[in-house]
């Protein structure tokens, strides 16, 4: 009797201690989780839509009629810091330039959960935004990722887009899985257990590492990690997000692989060479030849981030695409 009783104890004291240390972990991360916000508050203004509202930030010249805005879409485990860091400097004088927090990502709301993780709903939120500002026709620039968001805009609206600058794009199906902290923090259940626990703090040790990774072989502009907001996606709710993104992309990928020769926008695809991140030949020759018209431009050593180590070339794109847009409107 004395035996069994202790055998009990045995399995509910780890019990407890497992709970004691998941509770502990819950609240490190949310610590840090108000440490990172505070460090990196909105930039921009929140913008209703349906369910919830999108963090939209805006720039440069206002809005001109016969010219279109500039859309800036950032990609995977960023928001729109990164893609203003880039351009707001370069673009700002000429252009008017929007950059959004794609849903659940920096500072937007992801009213529909892991529905939002299809690129046909953020295109339809982010056209929802566009639209309660008064946006009308834009030049979407969209970086890896948001490759598949900004075609996917351009399939379904093609009444508000102008014209497209892919940038490292993902585009089309790739061999192979995603890493498998993805995976994992897409789990139900485990998820977003994983994610309100290990994945921030685990994820703040290991940011700097793959900021290097995503810029290889090239080299980070200086204070990337703070100027960019990049440790806003460590936030348990944004971390979460944005492995369904991931985990889930494969699959709208393929479905929508098939239908960019619908496209008929000018169109630029940029990418580097020595790219790891996403192919330059799986995804950005494939979708050149697919949209007629458009141009490639490959960069011999370039890794995946040419927009801030190649960005007078990018930025030159978009001014390209912008002109041609404006010419065509006014010949029309």
Do not use: C
């Not at 980070?220 to 971390?239: G, K, M, N």
């Not at 801030?308 to 404006?326: D, K």
Request: hydrophobic share 45%; net charge positive; aromatic share 4%.
């Amino acid at each position: 009797m004395h035996r069994q009783s202790h055998r009990t104890r045995l399995p509910m004291t780890w019990l407890l201690a497992v709970a004691g240390l998941v509770l502990l972990l819950a609240g490190a991360a949310q610590v840090l989780a108000l440490r990172i916000e505070r460090a990196h508050p909105p930039k921009g203004r929140f913008v209703p839509v349906e369910g919830g509202r999108l963090h939209v930030v805006e720039g440069g010249a206002p809005v001109t009629a016969g010219v279109p805005s500039v859309l800036l879409v950032h990609g995977a485990s960023g928001n729109s810091a990164d893609m203003m860091l880039a351009f707001a400097a370069r673009l700002g004088d000429r252009h008017h330039v929007v950059a959004v927090d794609r849903p659940g990502h920096g500072w937007s709301d992801r009213p529909g959960g892991r529905a939002d993780s299809a690129p046909a709903r953020q295109a339809a939120l982010i056209r929802e935004a566009l639209a309660g500002m008064g946006v009308g026709r834009v030049v979407v620039v969209g970086h890896s990722l948001a490759g598949v968001v900004a075609t996917r805009l351009a399939l379904d609206h093609p009444d508000m887009v102008a014209g497209l600058v892919l940038v490292s794009p993902v585009t089309h199906p790739w061999p192979g899985g995603v890493a498998w902290y993805y995976d994992l923090a897409a789990t139900p259940v485990v998820g977003p257990l994983f994610a309100r626990t290990l994945a921030p703090l685990a994820g703040r040790l290991l940011m700097e590492g793959g900021i290097r990774g995503s810029f290889a072989p090239e080299t980070p502009p200086p204070d990337y990690a703070s100027r960019s907001a990049t440790a806003l996606v460590l936030r348990p709710r944004q971390f979460e997000a944005n492995a369904q993104d991931v985990a889930d992309l494969l699959v709208h990928v393929e479905a929508q692989a098939g239908d960019y020769d619908r496209i008929a926008v000018p169109t630029v695809v940029i990418h580097g060479e020595s790219d790891t991140v996403t192919s330059a030949t799986i995804h950005s020759r494939a979708v050149t030849a697919q949209i007629a018209g458009s141009r490639l431009i490959l960069l011999p050593g370039a890794g995946h981030m040419p927009h801030h180590v190649h960005t007078e070339t990018v930025a030159g794109a978009i001014v390209e695409i912008v002109e041609r847009v404006r010419r065509l409107a006014q010949a029309r």
